[in-house]
């Protein structure tokens, strides 16, 4: 009797037990999460982002858009990263009733504040806190609620910006097939390469066949003294002229600052770029100041970024040393 009673008080404790673990999962798990409504990022106008004391703003215009203070044109690939975050925003968990907000980083000095805009109305409200340990979530609160929740992605570096880390650092910009003329002047010498006019096909028996049509669209480059210039070397320079970005602006100061360039170089397609190049502040520089006709303000290129120039002009010199056949 006493070992048949003992194992029905067992039984009764074991079901009392998993009624008790059953129910208090029940409660945690019947919470409603917030359904956020959708974003159509295509209506948003005006995105803003604050940290601490900084507040930057984000502005739609025409295809683009504009970072401010300062209203410069914005990276295209960032501002693109927060509008996909922002259609995306998805809360996936409660985490915290408790308002500690520092320990998921979203206390006022630490979190990113994001509200983006269709023309005046705001569409999404909400703060960023650190990622969570999967780095596969972020906390964040919502504007209208003190709870902590996890969104669904690691999203915070994509707003953790300054108007500096947003400002397009594209310096050029031109389309290489554009490009009929360029010139580089560098230690009071100037090369200019021209695209040579292309030879009219030949008509008959010597028509190029569809076998070789490379040799129908072949192009050549010469220079004013009639040096024919490998395609492939212009190519390379122009691949790496096009698009060319910047490591910084130098916003203290102005483009008049700068005279006598190192390098000039002038690009001529369905509009001229400019770019100059100056020398460094001194033999243990990294990066040199320039400026361009794309950008209002002086910035600085990384000292490589000149290679592929000072590497074009000494193929050219070798080119121009070497006997004629």
């Keep these: ?161 300054s108007v500096d880390s947003l400002r397009d650092k594209t310096v050029l910009a031109f389309k290489k097939e554009d490009v009929r003329e360029y010139s580089i002047a560098t230690e009071g010498k100037t090369v200019t390469i021209k695209k040579a006019p292309t030879p009219p096909a ?22 004013d003294d009639g040096l024919t210039v490998a395609n492939d070397a212009v190519q390379r320079l122009l691949a790496d002229l096009s698009g060319l970005k910047c490591r910084t602006y130098l916003t203290d100061r102005a483009k008049t600052d700068f005279a006598d360039p190192a390098f000039l170089i002038r690009i001529n397609g369905s509009a001229e770029s400019v770019l100059e190049i100056f020398d460094p502040a001194d033999d243990t520089a990294t990066e040199v100041p320039a400026r361009s006709s794309l950008r209002q303000d002086p910035f600085t290129l990384s000292d490589f970024d000149i290679d592929p120039v000072k590497d074009f002009l000494t193929s050219l010199e070798d080119a121009e040393d070497k006997p004629a056949p």
Excluded: C
């Design 202 to 223: 030949p008509e008959g028996d010597d028509a190029v066949t569809d076998a070789a049509p490379e040799k129908a669209t072949a192009v050549e480059w010469k220079t």
């Design 1 to 161: 009797m006493k070992v048949k009673k003992e194992y029905a008080i067992l039984a009764v404790v074991i079901v009392a037990l998993g009624l008790y673990l059953f129910f208090r999962n029940t409660d945690r798990t019947t919470y409603t999460l917030p359904d956020l409504p959708a974003v159509k990022t295509q209506d948003l106008t005006n995105i803003e982002i604050g940290k601490g004391d900084q507040t930057v703003v984000l502005t739609r215009q025409d295809d683009g858009w504009l970072v401010a203070p300062g209203d410069y044109p914005a990276d295209s690939t960032l501002v693109d990263r927060m509008l996909d975050a922002l259609a995306d925003l998805k809360v996936t968990a409660l985490i915290s009733e408790t308002q500690n907000y520092t320990r998921y980083e979203l206390d006022e000095n630490q979190q990113i504040r994001v509200t983006a805009y269709q023309d005046d109305k705001a569409v999404r409200s909400f703060r960023i806190g650190k990622a969570a340990e999967t780095m596969r979530h972020t906390h964040i609160t919502l504007s209208d609620d003190p709870n902590v929740y996890h969104a669904q992605g690691n999203f915070r570096q994509d707003f953790d910006q």
